[in-house]
Nanobody
Framework: QGQLVESGGGLVEPGGSLRLSCAAS????????MSWYRQAPGKERELVAA????????SYADSVKGRFTISRDNAKNTVYLQMNNLKAEDTAVYYC??????????WGEGTLVTVSS
């Protein structure tokens, strides 16, 4: 059974940067799209960024455009989320999600990002 494992979360001051990683292991197939979601306390989970395998196209939530970048290292089966100029409102648990070509979802367990001075 495959799994997605996030890492890289932590405490950072406003204006700082973090890079999250999502390592995929144990899968015998590739994903149609890899994405990052986040869920802040008391709020619904929201899509932050996505990357489509077929053409490398990326998309971002308006709230993170120009600050966050999603990328992928195929050799390492890892997807990254580079987060710059972090704000207090970016505080959330960040989840990695993979969607297969048959539209099945796989989720990681999440990694906590706290932006605070």
């Amino acid at each position: 059974q495959g799994q997605l494992v996030e890492s890289g979360g932590g405490l950072v001051e406003p204006g700082g940067s973090l890079r999250l990683s999502c390592a995929a292991s144990g899968f015998t197939f590739t994903f149609y799209v890899m994405s990052w979601y986040r869920q802040a306390p008391g709020k619904e989970r929201e899509l932050v960024a996505a990357r489509y395998s077929a053409d490398g196209r990326t998309s971002y939530a308006d709230s993170v455009k120009g600050r966050f970048t999603i990328s992928r290292d195929n050799a390492k089966n890892t997807v990254y989320l580079q987060m710059n100029n972090l704000k207090a409102e970016d505080t959330a648990v960040y989840y990695c999600k993979g969607i297969t070509w048959s539209y099945r979802d796989y989720w990681g367990e999440g990694t906590l990002v706290t932006v605070s001075s």
